[in-house]
């Protein structure tokens, strides 16, 4: 069965230092592949996509992601992070037309 | 355009009420989908509708639950009668030519059954 991997529950950095979230999917087809972001309170909202093109995508806030297609993975990647980033980040996949998964999210929470 | 809008926001319940949840999608907006959020399983993928039409609800967990739509401007999600393991954050969103495109979250109704 398709599913999404997210590898870390919870991720603490300080500010201004670099995230690594990571994704993996298990699905051998074609994929569209996201990131959606919920900040606390908040409802979630798409931080990057990608469909087809070059791998290194690039979303709002200063965040991209890069599709390997090898590994299956679509990992998210913020040089610097601001406590503003603090927020539950989800990988989602799209394999079978509109049939969206969502991975089980990771929680990162950014010390000022 | 005000977004997806949900309703209640808050629910607190007994076991074994009903429980209705309310969508409003985004007009023109031709895909409707019903996520549950909880800890323990994250986001699930509970139902989705293109057009009115239920296409898929492989993932409503039993037949307590039930989810309409009869217009495009309207879904319910029901769940009749209520437990305590329904205790959740309900979400619903709203997409143009489904999920390959961006999903539209609404704020979300979160349950407590007691």
């Known amino acids: 069965a398709q599913s999404v991997s997210q590898h870390n529950h919870h991720v603490i950095l300080s500010e201004a230092a670099s995230l690594e979230l990571g994704c993996n999917y298990s699905y051998g087809g074609t994929v569209n592949l996201f990131w959606y972001v919920q900040y606390p309170g908040q409802h979630l909202q798409l931080l990057l996509k990608?469909?087809?093109?070059?791998?290194l995508v690039k979303g709002i806030k200063g965040f991209e992601a890069e599709f390997i297609k090898s590994k299956f993975s679509f990992n998210l990647r913020k040089p610097s992070v601001q406590w503003s980033d603090t927020a539950e980040y989800f990988c989602a996949v799209n394999a079978r037309g509109n049939d969206m998964r969502f991975g089980a999210g990771t929680r990162l929470t950014v010390k000022p | 355009d005000a977004g997806v809008i949900q309703s209640p926001r808050h629910e607190v319940t007994e076991m074994g009420q009903e429980v209705t949840l309310r969508c409003k999608p985004i007009s023109g907006h031709d895909y409707l989908f019903w996520y549950r959020q909880t800890m323990m399983r994250g986001l699930e993928l509970l139902i989705y509708f293109n057009n009115n039409v239920p296409i898929d609800d492989s993932g409503m967990p039993e037949d307590r639950f039930s989810a309409k739509m009869p217009n495009a401007s309207f879904s319910t999600l029901k769940i009749q009668p209520s437990e305590p393991r329904d205790s959740a954050v309900y979400f619903c969103?709203?997409?143009?030519?489904?999920?390959?495109?961006?999903?539209?979250f609404g704020e979300g109704s979160r349950l407590t059954v007691l």
């Open positions: 990608y469909f087809s093109g070059d791998p």
């Open positions: 969103a709203s997409s143009f030519g489904g999920s390959t495109g961006e999903l539209f």
